[in-house]
């Protein structure tokens, strides 16, 4: 699976960005998608979820609430609409995917990944 993200950028607190990631070479019927983050000096950490086949949401308590993560299923596209953006929210989003629907909230079981996409929130 090749995973692409776009949607980043600058912008100011309180705003919105929506972040996509689309997937190729293989369906995602028995994967979930997932976006993570990653701030400079931290880990990356679990964001949003969704297993492709049920269409089943988890988040992060950070973002719930704030983020929404949705699926096109005709276009093999995962989405991350984030509201209310924060400064803290700063980060490289990234998109991933993993086969079946356990350990979803951990990076090192993730079979594939994008590419980073950067989410600026000023103050």
């Known amino acids: 699976v090749q995973l692409q993200a776009s949607g980043g950028g600058l912008v100011q607190a309180g705003g919105s960005l929506r972040l996509s990631c689309t997937a190729s070479?293989?369906?995602?019927?028995?994967?979930?998608m997932s976006w993570f983050r990653q701030a400079p000096g931290n880990e990356r950490d679990f964001v949003a979820a969704?297993?492709?086949?049920?269409?089943?949401?988890y988040y992060a308590d950070s973002v719930k609430g704030r983020f929404t993560i949705s699926r096109d299923n005709a276009q093999n596209t995962v989405f991350l609409q984030m509201n209310t953006l924060k400064p803290e929210d700063t980060a490289v989003y990234y998109c991933?995917?993993?086969?079946?629907?356990?350990?979803?909230?951990?990076?090192?079981?993730?079979?594939?990944w994008g590419q980073g996409t950067l989410v600026t929130v000023s103050s």
């Open positions: 969704v297993i492709w086949s049920a269409n089943i949401t």
């Open positions: 070479g293989r369906t995602l019927r028995h994967y979930t």
């Open positions: 991933a995917a993993i086969s079946g629907i356990r350990n979803l909230r951990v990076s090192r079981y993730y079979d594939y």
